[in-house]
Protein backbone atom coordinates (compact mmCIF):
# COMPACT_ATOMS: atom_id res chain seq x y z
CA UNK A 1 0.00 0.00 0.00
CA UNK A 2 0.74 3.95 -1.27
CA UNK A 3 0.95 6.69 1.61
CA UNK A 4 -2.66 7.42 -0.29
CA UNK A 5 -3.98 4.02 1.29
CA UNK A 6 -4.36 3.00 -2.55
CA UNK A 7 -2.71 -0.26 -4.19
CA UNK A 8 -0.68 0.96 -7.10
CA UNK A 9 1.13 3.96 -7.95
CA UNK A 10 1.53 6.86 -6.02
CA UNK A 11 2.00 10.75 -7.01
CA UNK A 12 4.40 12.34 -4.85
CA UNK A 13 2.98 14.62 -2.09
CA UNK A 14 5.43 14.91 0.96
CA UNK A 15 6.30 18.38 -0.70
CA UNK A 16 3.20 20.12 -0.51
CA UNK A 17 3.42 20.06 3.78
CA UNK A 18 7.14 21.50 3.17
CA UNK A 19 5.28 23.96 0.48
CA UNK A 20 2.95 24.47 3.48
CA UNK A 21 5.45 25.71 5.89
CA UNK A 22 6.86 27.63 3.43
CA UNK A 23 4.02 29.18 2.60
CA UNK A 24 3.74 30.11 6.00
CA UNK A 25 6.87 31.38 6.22
CA UNK A 26 6.63 34.26 3.44
CA UNK A 27 3.31 35.27 5.49
CA UNK A 28 5.76 35.52 8.17
CA UNK A 29 7.82 38.34 6.35
CA UNK A 30 4.89 40.19 5.48
CA UNK A 31 3.04 40.24 9.20
CA UNK A 32 4.06 43.80 9.39
CA UNK A 33 1.28 45.14 6.98
CA UNK A 34 -2.42 45.49 8.50
CA UNK A 35 -4.35 42.20 8.42
CA UNK A 36 -6.85 41.39 5.04
CA UNK A 37 -9.21 38.82 4.81
CA UNK A 38 -7.53 36.02 2.94
CA UNK A 39 -9.26 36.28 -0.41
CA UNK A 40 -10.72 33.69 -2.29
CA UNK A 41 -11.03 31.15 0.72
CA UNK A 42 -11.65 27.73 -1.34
CA UNK A 43 -15.05 26.70 -1.65
CA UNK A 44 -17.52 24.29 -2.53
CA UNK A 45 -17.45 24.81 -6.16
CA UNK A 46 -13.66 25.49 -6.13
CA UNK A 47 -13.38 21.76 -4.57
CA UNK A 48 -15.78 20.35 -6.88
CA UNK A 49 -13.80 21.69 -10.36
CA UNK A 50 -10.41 21.15 -8.99
CA UNK A 51 -11.62 17.72 -8.70
CA UNK A 52 -13.03 17.72 -12.15
CA UNK A 53 -9.75 18.95 -13.42
CA UNK A 54 -7.81 15.96 -11.67
CA UNK A 55 -10.17 13.46 -14.20
CA UNK A 56 -9.95 15.82 -16.80
CA UNK A 57 -5.82 15.16 -16.50
CA UNK A 58 -5.83 11.71 -16.53
CA UNK A 59 -6.67 12.10 -19.95
CA UNK A 60 -2.68 12.63 -20.62
CA UNK A 61 -0.49 9.68 -21.14
CA UNK A 62 0.99 9.34 -17.35
CA UNK A 63 4.17 11.47 -18.49
CA UNK A 64 5.72 10.85 -14.78
CA UNK A 65 5.72 7.35 -15.21
CA UNK A 66 8.93 5.41 -16.38
CA UNK A 67 6.43 3.41 -18.65
CA UNK A 68 5.63 6.85 -20.60
CA UNK A 69 9.11 6.93 -22.74
CA UNK A 70 8.16 9.14 -25.85
CA UNK A 71 8.32 12.67 -26.28
CA UNK A 72 10.71 14.88 -23.97
CA UNK A 73 8.14 15.12 -21.51
CA UNK A 74 8.08 14.66 -17.64
CA UNK A 75 7.05 16.50 -14.86
CA UNK A 76 9.40 19.09 -12.97
CA UNK A 77 11.31 17.86 -9.86
CA UNK A 78 9.10 18.44 -6.68
CA UNK A 79 11.36 21.05 -5.60
CA UNK A 80 10.55 23.27 -8.48
CA UNK A 81 6.71 22.52 -8.80
CA UNK A 82 6.88 23.42 -5.04
CA UNK A 83 8.93 26.76 -5.44
CA UNK A 84 7.23 27.92 -8.51
CA UNK A 85 3.80 27.14 -6.35
CA UNK A 86 4.78 28.95 -3.50
CA UNK A 87 6.22 31.96 -6.10
CA UNK A 88 2.44 32.08 -6.98
CA UNK A 89 1.72 33.86 -3.44
CA UNK A 90 3.04 36.66 -4.37
CA UNK A 91 3.37 36.28 -8.42
CA UNK A 92 6.35 38.22 -9.46
CA UNK A 93 7.00 39.60 -12.88
CA UNK A 94 10.30 39.34 -14.07
CA UNK A 95 9.76 42.47 -16.30
CA UNK A 96 11.57 44.89 -14.12
CA UNK A 97 13.04 44.90 -10.69
CA UNK A 98 10.16 46.51 -9.32
CA UNK A 99 7.93 43.84 -10.05
CA UNK A 100 10.13 41.00 -8.92
CA UNK A 101 13.19 42.38 -6.59
CA UNK A 102 13.69 39.19 -5.56
CA UNK A 103 12.92 36.74 -8.51
CA UNK A 104 14.91 38.87 -11.05
CA UNK A 105 17.93 38.31 -8.28
CA UNK A 106 17.36 34.77 -8.53
CA UNK A 107 16.85 34.48 -12.15
CA UNK A 108 20.39 36.22 -12.98
CA UNK A 109 21.75 34.21 -10.22
CA UNK A 110 20.38 30.84 -12.14
CA UNK A 111 21.49 32.02 -15.52
CA UNK A 112 24.87 32.57 -14.83
CA UNK A 113 25.11 29.46 -13.12
CA UNK A 114 23.95 27.51 -16.34
CA UNK A 115 26.60 30.07 -18.23
CA UNK A 116 29.57 28.37 -16.13
CA UNK A 117 28.13 25.38 -17.89
CA UNK A 118 29.93 26.86 -21.07
CA UNK A 119 32.94 28.24 -18.77
CA UNK A 120 31.58 31.95 -19.13
CA UNK A 121 31.68 34.24 -16.77
CA UNK A 122 30.94 37.29 -18.36
CA UNK A 123 27.87 37.17 -20.73
CA UNK A 124 24.48 38.43 -21.26
CA UNK A 125 21.33 36.45 -20.75
CA UNK A 126 18.06 35.37 -19.31
CA UNK A 127 14.94 32.77 -19.01
CA UNK A 128 12.34 33.49 -21.87
CA UNK A 129 9.22 31.18 -22.67
CA UNK A 130 10.68 28.33 -24.19
CA UNK A 131 13.55 26.88 -26.65
CA UNK A 132 11.61 28.72 -29.54
CA UNK A 133 11.25 32.30 -27.53
CA UNK A 134 15.02 31.77 -27.04
CA UNK A 135 16.38 30.57 -30.32
CA UNK A 136 13.86 33.41 -32.05
CA UNK A 137 16.19 36.06 -29.90
CA UNK A 138 19.61 34.39 -30.80
CA UNK A 139 18.60 34.85 -35.06
CA UNK A 140 17.01 38.09 -33.95
CA UNK A 141 20.72 38.99 -32.91
CA UNK A 142 22.26 37.44 -35.13
CA UNK A 143 20.26 38.98 -38.40
CA UNK A 144 20.58 42.18 -36.89
CA UNK A 145 24.91 41.94 -36.54
CA UNK A 146 24.73 40.40 -40.40
CA UNK A 147 21.65 42.05 -42.21
CA UNK A 148 20.95 40.09 -45.72
CA UNK A 149 22.91 37.09 -44.75
CA UNK A 150 21.73 33.76 -44.59
CA UNK A 151 20.87 31.41 -41.41
CA UNK A 152 22.35 27.74 -42.16
CA UNK A 153 20.75 24.98 -40.16
CA UNK A 154 21.22 21.19 -40.82
CA UNK A 155 18.28 19.65 -42.05
CA UNK A 156 17.56 17.63 -38.68
CA UNK A 157 17.68 20.94 -37.05
CA UNK A 158 14.14 21.92 -35.20
CA UNK A 159 11.36 22.69 -37.29
CA UNK A 160 10.90 26.05 -35.70
CA UNK A 161 13.97 27.61 -37.35
CA UNK A 162 12.68 28.10 -40.72
CA UNK A 163 9.95 29.45 -39.05
CA UNK A 164 11.97 32.18 -36.77
CA UNK A 165 13.79 33.00 -40.42
CA UNK A 166 10.34 33.64 -41.48
CA UNK A 167 9.01 35.67 -38.71
CA UNK A 168 12.74 37.90 -38.82
CA UNK A 169 12.52 38.19 -42.38
CA UNK A 170 16.09 36.10 -42.15
CA UNK A 171 16.96 34.27 -45.35
CA UNK A 172 17.04 30.39 -44.18
CA UNK A 173 18.49 27.42 -45.51
CA UNK A 174 19.59 23.80 -44.27
CA UNK A 175 22.41 21.83 -45.21
CA UNK A 176 22.37 17.84 -45.37
CA UNK A 177 22.98 15.29 -42.35
CA UNK A 178 25.32 12.39 -42.11
CA UNK A 179 23.93 8.98 -41.79
CA UNK A 180 23.98 9.74 -38.20
CA UNK A 181 21.72 13.10 -37.65
CA UNK A 182 24.61 15.08 -37.53
CA UNK A 183 25.01 18.87 -39.74
CA UNK A 184 27.44 17.39 -42.86
CA UNK A 185 30.60 19.90 -42.22
CA UNK A 186 31.80 19.49 -46.21
CA UNK A 187 27.86 19.87 -47.07
CA UNK A 188 28.39 22.73 -45.44
CA UNK A 189 31.64 24.04 -46.48
CA UNK A 190 29.88 23.77 -49.82
CA UNK A 191 27.17 26.36 -48.72
CA UNK A 192 30.04 28.73 -46.60
CA UNK A 193 31.97 28.76 -50.27
CA UNK A 194 29.50 29.91 -52.70
CA UNK A 195 28.76 32.81 -49.67
CA UNK A 196 26.42 35.31 -48.48
CA UNK A 197 26.11 32.74 -44.72
CA UNK A 198 26.13 35.06 -41.64
CA UNK A 199 25.18 32.64 -39.01
CA UNK A 200 25.35 29.02 -38.82
CA UNK A 201 23.09 26.76 -36.18
CA UNK A 202 24.55 23.72 -34.67
CA UNK A 203 22.22 21.77 -33.08
CA UNK A 204 23.92 20.15 -29.66
CA UNK A 205 21.05 17.18 -29.62
CA UNK A 206 19.03 17.07 -32.21
CA UNK A 207 15.20 16.85 -31.57
CA UNK A 208 14.72 13.46 -33.67
CA UNK A 209 17.35 11.67 -32.29
CA UNK A 210 19.55 13.60 -29.44
CA UNK A 211 22.66 13.73 -33.04
CA UNK A 212 25.58 16.12 -31.83
CA UNK A 213 26.59 18.41 -34.12
CA UNK A 214 30.15 18.02 -35.07
CA UNK A 215 31.36 21.24 -33.49
CA UNK A 216 35.15 21.04 -33.99
CA UNK A 217 34.36 21.16 -37.68
CA UNK A 218 31.95 23.95 -37.31
CA UNK A 219 34.25 25.83 -35.48
CA UNK A 220 37.77 25.07 -37.74
CA UNK A 221 34.77 26.62 -40.73
CA UNK A 222 34.21 29.52 -38.50
CA UNK A 223 37.55 30.72 -38.87
CA UNK A 224 37.76 30.52 -42.54
CA UNK A 225 34.33 31.84 -43.15
CA UNK A 226 34.11 34.18 -40.18
CA UNK A 227 30.02 33.34 -39.42
CA UNK A 228 28.36 33.65 -36.12
CA UNK A 229 27.82 30.35 -34.57
CA UNK A 230 24.57 29.72 -32.68
CA UNK A 231 24.21 26.92 -30.54
CA UNK A 232 21.32 25.36 -29.95
CA UNK A 233 21.54 23.49 -27.06
CA UNK A 234 17.52 23.26 -26.42
CA UNK A 235 17.37 19.71 -25.46
CA UNK A 236 20.98 18.71 -25.03
CA UNK A 237 22.57 21.32 -23.56
CA UNK A 238 22.89 19.97 -19.66
CA UNK A 239 24.71 16.83 -21.16
CA UNK A 240 28.27 17.97 -20.95
CA UNK A 241 27.87 17.51 -16.89
CA UNK A 242 27.81 13.66 -18.43
CA UNK A 243 30.94 11.99 -17.86
CA UNK A 244 29.78 8.52 -20.31
CA UNK A 245 29.40 10.54 -23.70
CA UNK A 246 30.74 9.04 -26.17
CA UNK A 247 34.23 11.21 -27.51
CA UNK A 248 33.02 12.62 -30.53
CA UNK A 249 29.86 14.09 -28.83
CA UNK A 250 32.18 14.66 -25.72
CA UNK A 251 34.46 16.68 -28.13
CA UNK A 252 31.56 19.18 -28.80
CA UNK A 253 30.53 19.67 -25.48
CA UNK A 254 33.71 20.65 -24.39
CA UNK A 255 33.85 23.51 -27.00
CA UNK A 256 30.81 24.35 -26.52
CA UNK A 257 31.52 27.87 -25.07
CA UNK A 258 33.21 29.02 -28.40
CA UNK A 259 29.98 29.53 -29.91
CA UNK A 260 28.13 33.19 -29.68
CA UNK A 261 25.12 32.37 -28.53
CA UNK A 262 23.79 29.39 -27.02
CA UNK A 263 19.92 28.32 -26.40
CA UNK A 264 19.25 25.58 -23.27
CA UNK A 265 16.06 24.42 -22.35
CA UNK A 266 15.35 24.11 -18.02
CA UNK A 267 12.09 23.09 -19.56
CA UNK A 268 13.21 19.79 -21.04
CA UNK A 269 16.18 18.37 -19.08
CA UNK A 270 16.48 21.11 -16.35
CA UNK A 271 13.72 19.49 -14.54
CA UNK A 272 11.67 22.73 -14.61
CA UNK A 273 7.77 23.33 -15.62
CA UNK A 274 6.90 24.81 -19.23
CA UNK A 275 7.70 27.91 -19.66
CA UNK A 276 11.25 27.85 -18.85
CA UNK A 277 13.75 28.10 -22.03
CA UNK A 278 17.54 30.10 -21.55
CA UNK A 279 19.25 32.40 -24.56
CA UNK A 280 22.88 33.13 -23.72
CA UNK A 281 24.85 35.59 -25.68
CA UNK A 282 28.71 34.93 -25.09
CA UNK A 283 29.50 39.36 -25.52
CA UNK A 284 26.87 41.25 -23.28
CA UNK A 285 27.32 43.94 -26.00
CA UNK A 286 24.87 42.77 -27.70
CA UNK A 287 22.69 43.75 -25.03
CA UNK A 288 22.94 47.13 -27.26
CA UNK A 289 20.01 45.62 -30.03
CA UNK A 290 17.80 45.31 -26.62
CA UNK A 291 17.65 49.07 -26.19
CA UNK A 292 14.39 50.83 -25.13
CA UNK A 293 12.82 52.98 -23.17
CA UNK A 294 10.17 51.78 -20.21
CA UNK A 295 8.81 55.34 -18.79
CA UNK A 296 5.92 53.12 -16.15
CA UNK A 297 8.31 50.45 -15.49
CA UNK A 298 11.95 51.22 -15.27
CA UNK A 299 12.09 53.75 -12.52
CA UNK A 300 13.80 52.37 -8.73
CA UNK A 301 16.86 51.33 -9.86
CA UNK A 302 20.00 51.77 -12.32
CA UNK A 303 20.47 47.62 -11.98
CA UNK A 304 19.94 46.18 -15.05
CA UNK A 305 15.85 45.24 -15.23
CA UNK A 306 15.84 41.86 -17.00
CA UNK A 307 13.21 43.54 -19.83
CA UNK A 308 15.62 45.73 -20.69
CA UNK A 309 17.54 42.49 -22.38
CA UNK A 310 14.66 40.52 -23.12
CA UNK A 311 12.10 40.90 -26.37
CA UNK A 312 9.16 39.83 -24.16
CA UNK A 313 7.63 42.16 -21.34
CA UNK A 314 6.32 40.32 -18.69
CA UNK A 315 8.02 36.67 -18.07
CA UNK A 316 6.99 34.86 -14.73
CA UNK A 317 9.56 34.93 -12.08
CA UNK A 318 7.88 31.92 -10.53
CA UNK A 319 10.10 29.97 -13.31
CA UNK A 320 12.86 31.64 -11.99
CA UNK A 321 12.23 31.16 -8.68
CA UNK A 322 11.51 27.25 -9.62
CA UNK A 323 15.07 27.16 -11.75
CA UNK A 324 16.79 28.62 -8.55
CA UNK A 325 15.64 26.35 -5.64
CA UNK A 326 16.25 23.20 -8.73
CA UNK A 327 20.32 23.93 -8.90
CA UNK A 328 20.53 24.56 -5.23
CA UNK A 329 19.46 21.19 -4.89
CA UNK A 330 20.99 20.23 -8.02
CA UNK A 331 24.12 21.75 -8.75
CA UNK A 332 25.06 21.65 -12.26
CA UNK A 333 28.36 19.99 -11.29
CA UNK A 334 30.28 17.08 -13.20
CA UNK A 335 30.06 13.86 -10.92
CA UNK A 336 27.05 15.54 -8.72
CA UNK A 337 23.27 14.16 -8.15
CA UNK A 338 22.03 15.95 -11.56
CA UNK A 339 24.73 14.88 -13.98
CA UNK A 340 24.18 11.07 -12.61
CA UNK A 341 20.56 11.33 -13.52
CA UNK A 342 21.86 12.68 -17.42
CA UNK A 343 24.53 9.52 -17.10
CA UNK A 344 21.72 6.86 -16.10
CA UNK A 345 19.45 8.43 -18.83
CA UNK A 346 22.21 7.64 -21.28
CA UNK A 347 22.75 3.88 -19.82
CA UNK A 348 19.16 3.51 -19.91
CA UNK A 349 19.53 4.59 -24.20
CA UNK A 350 22.31 2.25 -24.88
CA UNK A 351 20.71 -0.51 -22.99
CA UNK A 352 17.57 -0.50 -24.78
CA UNK A 353 19.57 0.40 -27.97
CA UNK A 354 21.82 -2.80 -27.21
CA UNK A 355 18.98 -4.84 -26.90
CA UNK A 356 17.38 -4.20 -30.44
CA UNK A 357 20.40 -3.78 -32.08
CA UNK A 358 20.64 -7.58 -31.14
CA UNK A 359 17.34 -8.76 -32.38
CA UNK A 360 16.58 -9.65 -35.59
CA UNK A 361 13.65 -8.38 -35.66
CA UNK A 362 14.27 -4.42 -35.58
CA UNK A 363 16.84 -2.60 -37.19
CA UNK A 364 17.85 0.03 -35.37
CA UNK A 365 19.95 3.25 -36.13
CA UNK A 366 22.87 4.66 -34.79
CA UNK A 367 23.94 4.45 -31.12
CA UNK A 368 22.50 7.22 -28.92
CA UNK A 369 24.89 10.56 -28.44
CA UNK A 370 22.37 11.65 -26.01
CA UNK A 371 19.69 9.55 -24.31
CA UNK A 372 17.22 9.00 -27.65
CA UNK A 373 16.80 6.02 -29.20
CA UNK A 374 14.83 5.23 -32.58
CA UNK A 375 14.05 1.95 -34.27
CA UNK A 376 11.60 -0.25 -36.44
CA UNK A 377 10.78 -3.52 -37.35
CA UNK A 378 12.52 -4.95 -39.51
CA UNK A 379 10.52 -5.47 -42.79
CA UNK A 380 11.40 -6.02 -46.69
CA UNK A 381 10.53 -2.12 -47.82
CA UNK A 382 10.52 0.58 -46.15
CA UNK A 383 6.73 1.52 -45.92
CA UNK A 384 6.24 -1.92 -44.06
CA UNK A 385 8.71 -0.71 -41.45
CA UNK A 386 6.64 2.52 -41.02
CA UNK A 387 3.52 0.17 -41.15
CA UNK A 388 4.67 -2.05 -38.97
CA UNK A 389 6.18 0.58 -36.20
CA UNK A 390 2.64 2.23 -36.14
CA UNK A 391 1.07 -0.87 -34.80
CA UNK A 392 3.26 -1.91 -32.06
CA UNK A 393 3.10 1.76 -31.24
CA UNK A 394 -0.27 1.54 -30.23
CA UNK A 395 -0.07 -2.39 -29.12
CA UNK A 396 2.78 -1.56 -26.64
CA UNK A 397 0.14 1.91 -25.53
CA UNK A 398 -2.17 -0.76 -25.11
CA UNK A 399 -0.46 -1.99 -23.00
CA UNK A 400 0.85 1.13 -20.73
CA UNK A 401 3.90 1.12 -22.67
CA UNK A 402 4.31 4.65 -24.17
CA UNK A 403 6.71 5.44 -27.37
CA UNK A 404 6.62 8.18 -29.83
CA UNK A 405 6.41 7.61 -33.68
CA UNK A 406 9.11 10.13 -35.74
CA UNK A 407 9.55 10.58 -39.50
CA UNK A 408 13.63 9.29 -39.86
CA UNK A 409 15.44 9.35 -42.57
CA UNK A 410 15.68 5.71 -44.56
CA UNK A 411 19.47 6.08 -44.75
CA UNK A 412 19.76 6.38 -41.22
CA UNK A 413 18.66 3.03 -40.91
CA UNK A 414 21.28 1.77 -43.16
CA UNK A 415 18.35 0.76 -45.23
CA UNK A 416 20.31 -0.64 -48.08
CA UNK A 417 23.20 -2.47 -45.68
CA UNK A 418 20.21 -4.22 -44.49
CA UNK A 419 18.40 -4.87 -47.78
CA UNK A 420 15.36 -2.35 -46.79
CA UNK A 421 13.53 -1.53 -49.87
CA UNK A 422 13.89 2.27 -50.20
CA UNK A 423 10.20 2.80 -51.19
CA UNK A 424 9.80 6.08 -49.50
CA UNK A 425 13.11 8.13 -48.34
CA UNK A 426 11.55 8.34 -44.55
CA UNK A 427 10.57 5.26 -42.18
CA UNK A 428 7.50 6.41 -39.15
CA UNK A 429 9.76 4.89 -36.72
CA UNK A 430 9.28 4.42 -32.77
CA UNK A 431 11.15 6.69 -30.90
CA UNK A 432 11.82 6.96 -26.89
CA UNK A 433 13.23 9.66 -25.60
CA UNK A 434 14.98 7.94 -21.59
CA UNK A 435 15.00 10.72 -20.33
CA UNK A 436 13.73 9.39 -16.53
CA UNK A 437 16.94 8.45 -14.88
CA UNK A 438 14.58 5.97 -13.32
CA UNK A 439 14.32 4.63 -16.76
CA UNK A 440 17.50 2.77 -16.24
CA UNK A 441 15.93 0.25 -14.12
CA UNK A 442 12.98 -0.13 -16.04
CA UNK A 443 14.55 -1.07 -19.12
CA UNK A 444 14.01 -4.72 -18.38
CA UNK A 445 10.40 -3.96 -17.72
CA UNK A 446 10.13 -1.78 -21.52
CA UNK A 447 11.62 -4.56 -23.31
CA UNK A 448 9.41 -6.97 -21.81
CA UNK A 449 6.20 -5.19 -22.96
CA UNK A 450 8.01 -4.24 -26.08
CA UNK A 451 8.78 -8.03 -26.86
CA UNK A 452 5.05 -9.13 -26.62
CA UNK A 453 4.09 -6.14 -28.33
CA UNK A 454 6.41 -6.46 -31.18
CA UNK A 455 5.15 -10.52 -31.02
CA UNK A 456 1.36 -9.77 -31.59
CA UNK A 457 2.18 -7.52 -34.42
CA UNK A 458 4.14 -9.72 -36.38
CA UNK A 459 1.82 -12.65 -35.73
C1 LIG B 1 16.69 21.16 -30.41
C2 LIG B 1 15.40 21.89 -30.12
N1 LIG B 1 15.35 23.21 -30.36
C3 LIG B 1 14.23 23.93 -30.12
C4 LIG B 1 13.10 23.32 -29.62
C5 LIG B 1 11.86 24.13 -29.36
O1 LIG B 1 11.73 24.30 -27.99
P1 LIG B 1 10.34 24.67 -27.29
O2 LIG B 1 9.41 23.53 -27.58
O3 LIG B 1 10.69 24.82 -25.86
O4 LIG B 1 9.86 25.95 -27.89
C6 LIG B 1 13.11 21.94 -29.37
C7 LIG B 1 11.92 21.26 -28.86
O5 LIG B 1 11.84 20.06 -28.78
C8 LIG B 1 14.31 21.22 -29.61
O6 LIG B 1 14.38 19.89 -29.39
Known amino acids: MTSSGRAGFALEKDSLRILLEAVERLEEGFAGLPPVSAGAAPEPAMREILLEVAGRLTENYPFFHPLYAGQMLKPPHPIARAAYA ?19 RMEKEAVAEIARLFGWETFLGHLCGGGTMANLEALWVAGRLSPGKTVVASDQAHYTHGRIGGVLGLLFETVPCDRRGRMDAEALERRLARGGVGTVVATIGTTATGSVDPLPAILSLKERYAFRLHADAAYGGYFGLAGNLEAEAR ?50 SSELHLGEISLECSRAGAAAVALWATQKLLPLVRGGAFARRLEASREAALALHARLAADTRFLTAFAPELDIV ?54 TSLRSVLMKPEHREWVPRIWEILDRATRTVLG
Open 251 to 300: AAYDRLGEADSIVVDPHKHGLQPYGCGAVLFRDPAVGRFYKHDSPYTYFT
Open 374 to 427: VWTPRAPRASLCSDLARRVFDEAARNDLHFALAEIPAEFFDADGSGIQKDHDRI
Open 86 to 104: LAMWVNPNNHALDSSRASS
